[in-house]
Structure formats: structure tokens, C-alpha cells
């Protein structure tokens, strides 16, 4: 499978100056999928330069460069810091993570991610877990779902959506997506189903792979794993992530709050590189429409 049919890179220039490249440095790619960014890190990396990319997926080894400057860790980015340590890694150079679904997903109907089409109610990004989003959407409680569809989804009147889904599956399991998106139909807006859906969708996604909950270690922990002057550079999707990534490079933490010392000098360990998040061009959301929606910013460690 190749780079181009797995995944299209986002901004690939834009988070090549971000990371600021030393060709001696030791690299660390969060989110490899079909590779694109981890390519383009390798091709300016030197002989001595270390890159360690990232992917809980079993999809994603195919894509895996074989290059001895390089190792592909087969793990979900939450564990950052400790699988370093058990190759020998305190400090690193510079963070990189997209945090985008990647087009394969997508389009592999069959993983259920989308809800065009119909496919088993998968949604796992680690295809070894055993638990899936059918399993959510039939033994979740009432609460438990609108919950999880206003604060993943940012979705009005939930509560009619977790009684839609309740009332179909006393019915029957629902076990496809096409029958959640049949569930939730009358509460569906018609001017705004794809929209709406997109949300739907996005919201079980996220509460099952954990996504939220990642994000916040994996960015506690790069803080700690950055070596002085190292970038951490973090493309966001949706304004959940982009929420977290701004307060996070802003304060040091995830919750936004700044922290004084007894001067009353800010204790953060980051500044800020993008004041405003990057937003791609025109020509490249043409090229590729996915990219869109995407915000990158752009940390260094002080």
C-alpha cells in the first residue's frame, strides 16, 4: 500500500519549518500512518539523526521505511515517554503529530468509520482491541451518550439523539452503520445530515480509542522528553483537540491555567512559535480537500 493511497501528508512543508530540522537530531513522528511525515523527517535527517515514529494501527507497519536510522514503535502515543526509555531515549529534538484520521481509515469501509455506506460498527484505531463502537452505542446508558455526543461531538439536543438510539436498540443491536445512522434519523436535520452525522460519528470515534485522554499525556509527556530549543509541532482537526493543543502551549497545561513564580513570571516551559494557528492554502485544501479543517501550531521548548 503506498503513501499516496494510505495518506495524503498535510502541510508537509509547514511542519518541516516547524520542527526545524537538525540532520544529527532525534525525531519523534506521535502519528505515522501511511508515513508521508515520516519520509520527509528521514530525507532531511544525516547519517547520525534518529527518527522514532508512532502507530497503535497494525496497518500502519506497511507503510514502516526500512532505513537503520529509523524504528517504528507499535504502540498508541499515550505511552510516549516510557516506550523511549525502553530504547534508550531521554531527550529528543523536536514532537510531531497529526492528529487527523487518516484517509485509509476512511475509506476502508470496512474499519466503520464513515457513515456513508454500510460496515460493521468498528471504529478502532487499534484493530487488537476488543472492544468496538457497537458496543458503546447498544450498552451505553442514556446519560452516558449524550454526554459523549455533546462533549465530543458538540451536538445540540442530545438527549433526543440517545433516545433515538435507545428506542432502536430495544428493537434490535445495532450492529452497522447504516443502522445508527437509520436510528438517529429523526432527529437528523435534513439541511445538515452530513454535518450532523460527521459529529455523531466523531464523538463515538473518540470516546472509543480514548483520544482526548491521549492527547493530554502524550503532550504532558513531550513536554518532559523535549531537550531545550526542541519543537513541538501538533496539526489538530477539530476545536476539542485544538482546544488543548492552544492552552497546553500557552500554559504548560492542559487546562490553559497559567502558573506565576514567586516574581510573578510565568513558569511555562514552551513558547509559543504560532501565535494563530497555520491554516493550509487554498491550493493544497483543492489538492486535498481532507486538509480543510486542519490547525497546526508550532512550540519550542525553553
Given at each position: 500500500m503506498?503513501v499516496e ?22 525525531y ?6 501511511g508515513?508521508?511525515?515520516?519520509s520527509?523527517?528521514?530525507?532531511r535527517?544525516?547519517?547520525?539523526g534518529?527518527?522514532y ?7 500502519a ?12 514503535v507499535a504502540s498508541?502515543?499515550?505511552?510516549v515517554?516510557g516506550?523511549m ?8 529534538d523536536?514532537?510531531?503529530?497529526d492528529?487527523g ?13 464513515s457513515?456513508?455506506g454500510?460496515?460493521s ?6 484493530t487488537r482491541?476488543k472492544?468496538?463502537a ?17 462533549d ?6 442530545t438527549?433526543?439523539?440517545a433516545?433515538c438510539?435507545?428506542?432502536?436498540r ?6 452497522t452503520t ?10 437528523t ?9 460527521t459529529k455523531?460519528?466523531q ?14 499525556m502524550a ?13 513541538l509541532v ?5 476545536s ?10 500557552r500554559s ?5 491555567r497559567?502558573e ?11 513558547k509559543?512559535?504560532s501565535?494563530?494557528?497555520?491554516a493550509?492554502t ?12 486542519a ?7 525553553i
Open positions: 503506498s493511497t494510505y495518506h495524503i501528508p498535510v502541510m508537509l512543508e509547514e511542519c518541516m519549518e516547524g520542527l526545524q530540522i537538525k540532520p544529527d537530531g532525534t519523534i513522528d506521535l502519528t505515522m500512518g508515513g508521508g511525515h515520516t520527509e523527517i528521514l530525507r535527517l544525516g547519517a547520525n534518529r527518527l515514529s508512532f502507530d497503535q494501527d497494525p496497518d507497519m506497511a507503510n514502516a521505511p526500512a532505513d537503520e536510522r529509523f524504528t517504528f498508541n502515543f499515550r505511552f515517554r516506550a526509555r525502553l530504547r534508550g531515549v531521554e531527550q529528543v523536536g514532537i510531531l503529530a492528529l484520521v487518516s484517509s485509509h481509515h476512511f475509506d476502508a469501509k470496512h474499519r466503520g468509520f457513515f456513508r454500510e460496515a460498527l468498528d471504529m478502532r484505531m487499534n482491541g472492544r468496538t457497537a458496543d458503546i452505542v447498544n450498552t451505553y446508558d442514556k446519560d452516558a451518550l449524550a454526554r459523549i455526543f455533546s465530543y461531538g458538540e451536538l445540540d439536543t438527549w433526543k439523539i433516545n438510539i435507545e428506542r432502536a430495544n428493537v434490535e443491536p445495532i450492529t447504516a443502522q445508527l445512522v437509520e436510528a438517529v434519523k429523526p432527529c436535520p435534513p439541511k445538515d445530515e452530513a454535518k450532523f452525522l455523531l460519528f464523538a463515538l470515534r473518540i470516546e472509543l480509542n480514548g483520544e482526548m485522554e491521549a492527547l493530554a503532550l504532558e509527556q513531550s513536554l518532559k522528553l523535549l531537550k531545550p530549543g526542541g519543537r501538533i496539526m489538530s482537526y477539530h476539542l483537540e485544538d482546544r488543548i493543543v492552544k492552552n497546553f502551549m504548560g497545561n492542559i487546562e490553559g497559567i506565576k513564580d514567586f516574581f510573578g513570571r510565568s513558569t511555562c516551559e514552551l509559543v512559535i501565535r494563530k494557528a497555520i493550509p487554498a491550493e493544497e485544501i483543492e489538492r486535498n480537500p481532507r486538509s480543510r479543517s490547525k497546526l501550531r508550532i512550540a519550542e521548548k
